[in-house]
């Protein structure tokens, strides 16, 4: 079991941490010894996210921007922990892969995408000497293709092999650095609170274990990754989403084979 310190002298910086996973993943990293940088594009509700935690800091960041890039890893110096778990699943006009306008999948592919590269290229700098780990945020959308969310999914499924090209580059360099990433499926987050309750309820009877995944459950794997107690898991993207992916094809009802 990992001790409930098992952070304690390290430093890690967390994106999207203003709320949802990177809020929850932040909190338990600081929880278990970490000094946390809690960074999202809204610095102020960082702050207010970090409420209560004395070892950590807000940071405003626009995953976007090389320049804020570089003035992040001037402030923050050496770091152990990476999450990239800034991203965004739609904009003002979410559409199919026949109608997304080029303009939306532009804005997705800049945060999920290029946001988690530049956050990987600066943890591979910050992290030369000490080593470290990067969790990404993939998602199940990267997995299974979606009707109405194609430029999310396909940013994700980026996401998954980007993590493995980062853990490849990084060993090929000879740096101690690991990067893995984690697909959740459907989770309790500001991004799904507007969702219909039909819609909603049509989810559930598809996951198996009949419910929304929870930001902390998440974040809990995501430690898990990030810490020394993972040492031996490099490249790989965890399933955490209650069943989903594993679903039967066919109903229980096997009489017919008889």
Same mark, same amino acid.
């Given at each position: 079991?990992? +001790?409930?310190? +098992?952070?304690?002298?390290?430093?890690?910086?967390?994106?999207?941490?203003?709320?949802?996973?990177?809020?929850?993943?932040?909190? #338990?990293?600081? @929880?278990?010894?970490?000094?946390?940088?809690?960074? +999202? %594009? *809204?610095?102020?509700?960082?702050?207010?996210?970090?409420?209560?935690?004395?070892?950590?800091?807000?940071?405003?960041?626009?995953?976007?921007?090389?320049?804020?890039?570089?003035?992040?890893?001037?402030?923050?110096?050496?770091?152990?922990?990476?999450?990239?778990?800034?991203?965004?699943?739609?904009?003002?006009?979410?559409?199919?892969?026949?109608?997304?306008?080029? *303009?939306?999948? =532009?804005?997705?592919?800049?945060?999920?995408v290029e946001?988690? %590269? #530049?956050?990987?290229?600066?943890?591979?700098?910050?992290?030369?000497?000490?080593?470290? @780990?990067?969790?990404? #945020?993939?998602?199940?959308?990267?997995?299974?293709?979606?009707?109405?969310?194609?430029?999310?999914?396909?940013?994700?499924? &980026?996401?998954?092999? $980007?993590?493995?090209?980062?853990?490849?580059?990084?060993? &090929?360099?000879? #740096?101690?650095? =690991?990067?893995?990433?984690?697909?959740?499926?459907?989770?309790?987050?500001?991004?799904?609170?507007?969702?219909?309750? +039909?819609? /909603? /309820?049509?989810?559930?009877?598809?996951?198996?274990?009949?419910?929304?995944? =929870?930001? !902390? !459950?998440?974040?809990?794997?995501?430690?898990?990754? &990030?810490?020394d107690a993972?040492?031996?898991?490099?490249?790989?993207? %965890?399933?955490?989403?209650?069943g989903l $992916?594993?679903?039967?094809?066919?109903?229980?009802?096997? @009489?017919? %084979?008889?």
């Amino acid at each position: 079991m990992p +001790d409930a310190r +098992d952070f304690a002298a390290k430093v890690a910086l967390v994106t999207g941490a203003a709320s949802g996973i990177g809020a929850a993943t932040a909190r #338990l990293l600081a @929880a278990r010894g970490a000094r946390v940088w809690f960074a +999202d %594009l *809204d610095g102020d509700a960082c702050d207010a996210a970090r409420t209560g935690i004395a070892a950590s800091e807000a940071l405003a960041l626009d995953v976007r921007d090389p320049a804020a890039w570089h003035a992040t890893e001037a402030r923050i110096g050496a770091i152990h922990v990476l999450v990239n778990a800034a991203g965004i699943s739609r904009t003002a006009n979410p559409a199919g892969i026949a109608e997304v306008v080029l *303009d939306d999948w =532009r804005a997705i592919f800049a945060v999920n995408v290029e946001g988690t %590269l #530049l956050g990987c290229q600066t943890a591979m700098r910050l992290m030369a000497d000490s080593g470290g @780990a990067i969790v990404n #945020l993939a998602s199940t959308a990267g997995i299974a293709p979606s009707a109405a969310l194609g430029a999310y999914g396909a940013s994700k499924a &980026a996401v998954a092999q $980007m993590t493995r090209s980062v853990a490849t580059a990084c060993a &090929a360099q000879g #740096l101690a650095i =690991r990067c893995n990433a984690v697909q959740p499926g459907m989770v309790e987050t500001p991004m799904t609170h507007g969702m219909p309750a +039909d819609y /909603r /309820r049509a989810w559930e009877a598809q996951i198996p274990a009949h419910r929304f995944g =929870r930001a !902390e !459950e998440i974040a809990q794997a995501i430690c898990f990754l &990030a810490s020394d107690a993972a040492g031996y898991i490099n490249g790989e993207a %965890l399933l955490i989403d209650g069943g989903l $992916m594993n679903r039967a094809v066919i109903g229980s009802d096997t @009489a017919w %084979l008889d």
